[in-house]
């Protein structure tokens, strides 16, 4: 048996209380909440208190969110990016607000965020941020939900300016915004696998008062640090952040996991500066956007392994009565990769293992891949054709017919 040594609640989980105000609950993203009033022996008096149900699912609709808890409200939106304020012990509606936003597929919003100003600096307050599906940054008063004037231009902001072209849908911040200190910072999904050369994967952070850019992470233009030259766009088609960040405030630091850029299994026409931060956990100044560290989890990725989950934060012990300040990312190759957060170096051992390559004309393999063999791997077993099943014999034998047409060598098979 594995012996478990209890840990510390970190002080930025005391800080939060009894509150929910990030998508991972604080921005360490490891959703631990230290409240002992449900407990293993009596979860099983639970009982439903109430229900809400938000508006209809249509196609390509699906309900992702996780709300937000803040004093005695729950802040939810749906698919359409409907922000809803939900009385938290009744479930009765205080207020809604639908920005009728728009787009012909893929509709989602995984959360808002919120911001408490410290001091009564505008006539909006306490605010909820949401991102829509047609790239708007909408600012919202936490006690009623109506826009807030003093945000962008009445209560919004746009998100396509310095993007460039941007076809319906080809461009939305699915896992929405992200608040982190006074700043905003969002990234953003494109469609996979339809084109080269799709909208920007830069990173924003704006002012969470006024709207305001403050500043703009291009990587395939370090000398953009805002908005563009007039006439000009953020880099198109580089790796992009769809996923949920993380952040330390302590340490100024915003953590973004990165994909791949488009189309994802094919990477003949990508630059250097694809390749060097597509399928990556990249460091970023909170103050300044600028790129501290970055650490990459898979070499010229062909197979879609972007970074989809929000690194976690911890703090390890050293085994010196210290600890080391830590980020764990897991991967959908289902390896853990534990990273030193101040430098982005593995703290437990990372091999690069050779891999096998492939022939298709104008593609290029990376030689080596990195696994995270100081770490337990959750990938599953490996497939095989004894491990096919069928509903009748017949079944079956077609099952390992169509297995041995196929090729299959490991998780970077071409």
């Excluded at 766009?233 to 996991?257: E, I, Q």
């Excluded at 703090?315 to 010196?320: A, K, R, S, V």
């Excluded at 337990?376 to 041995?404: N, Q, Y």
Aim: proline share 8%; net charge negative.
């Amino acid at each position: 048996p594995l012996a478990l040594t209890p840990g510390q609640v970190s002080a930025t989980t005391q800080a939060a209380g009894n509150a929910w105000r990030d998508y991972g609950r604080t921005g360490e993203g490891t959703r631990f909440a230290p409240l002992d009033q449900i407990t293993p022996d009596n979860v099983k008096n639970l009982q439903v208190a109430w229900m809400f149900e938000h508006e209809g699912a249509g196609v390509q609709e699906e309900d992702q969110n996780t709300p937000l808890f803040v004093k005695d409200t729950l802040y939810y939106c749906s698919p359409r990016h409907v922000v809803t304020a939900l009385d938290a012990s009744t479930g009765a509606t205080k207020w809604r607000f639908d920005p009728q936003s728009q787009s012909p597929f893929w509709k989602r919003c995984r959360g808002v965020a919120f911001y408490q100003p410290a001091s009564p600096a505008d006539s909006c307050g306490a605010r909820v941020l949401v991102s829509t599906s047609d790239a708007r940054l909408i600012a919202l008063k936490a006690s009623d939900g109506k826009p807030c004037d003093s945000f962008g231009s009445g209560g919004t902001v746009d998100l396509k300016a310095g993007m460039g072209q941007v076809d319906p849908g080809f461009y939305m911040p699915t896992t929405g915004a992200m608040v982190a200190g006074d700043r905003v910072v969002l990234g953003g999904w494109v469609a996979d696998n339809v084109s080269v050369g799709e909208p920007s994967g830069v990173i924003r952070a704006f002012d969470a008062l006024t709207g305001e850019l403050d500043w703009a992470w291009d990587m395939g233009n370090p000398d953009v640090t805002r908005l563009p030259p007039e006439g000009e766009s953020y880099t198109r088609g580089t790796p992009n952040a769809w996923a949920p960040m993380g952040y330390g405030l302590a340490m100024g630091s915003v953590f973004v996991g990165t994909g791949n850029a488009t189309p994802d299994y094919w990477g003949g026409e990508r630059r250097l500066v694809d390749d060097e931060y597509s399928s990556s956990v990249v460091a970023l100044d909170l103050a300044t956007g600028r790129p501290k560290w970055r650490f990459q989890t898979v070499h010229h990725d062909l197979w879609d392994y972007d970074i989809a989950s929000q690194p976690a934060l911890f703090d390890i012990p050293d085994g010196q009565g210290g600890a080391v300040p830590a980020l764990v990312q897991l991967t959908k190759r289902g390896q853990i990769f534990v990273l030193d957060r101040r430098t982005g170096e593995p703290i437990t051992q990372v091999d690069e293992r050779p891999v096998p390559s492939g022939n298709a004309q104008g593609e290029r393999y990376a030689d080596t891949q990195p696994y995270s063999t100081g770490m337990p791997e959750v990938a599953g077993a490996r497939p095989s054709e004894t491990r096919t099943w069928g509903m009748t014999p017949l079944d079956h034998l077609w099952c390992r017919i169509r297995f041995k047409q196929h090729f299959y060598d490991g998780d970077f098979t071409p």
